[in-house]
């Protein structure tokens, strides 16, 4: 049995802290769509625009659910130190 395989599709239920990850990430998303609505051109750019943004947060939502929950704070990821 390939567990990579059995994690991705299975059921990941809400735990701890992740469902205001979620909802901290679709807010920044529909954010960023209200501005790219209003800064672009209507057409297929647009579009893809916003399909690649809906993967995104998708995305990012599915890395909360099936990962390990070891995410670093943000000054850490960028390689500055909070002390």
Not at 58 to 71: E, F, L, T, V
Request: proline share 5%; aromatic share 6%; charged share 30%.
């Amino acid at each position: 049995m390939d567990e990579k395989i059995e994690n991705n599709f299975r059921y990941h239920a809400p735990t701890g802290d992740q469902p205001e990850k979620y909802e901290k990430l679709r807010a920044k998303g529909k954010e960023l769509a209200y501005l790219i609505q209003e800064c672009c051109n209507q057409g297929r750019e647009l579009a893809l625009a916003t399909t690649k943004l809906e993967e995104s947060v998708m995305w990012a939502n599915a890395s909360i659910a099936r990962g390990p929950q070891k995410s670093l704070p943000l000054t850490e990821r960028n390689g500055q130190s909070n002390g």
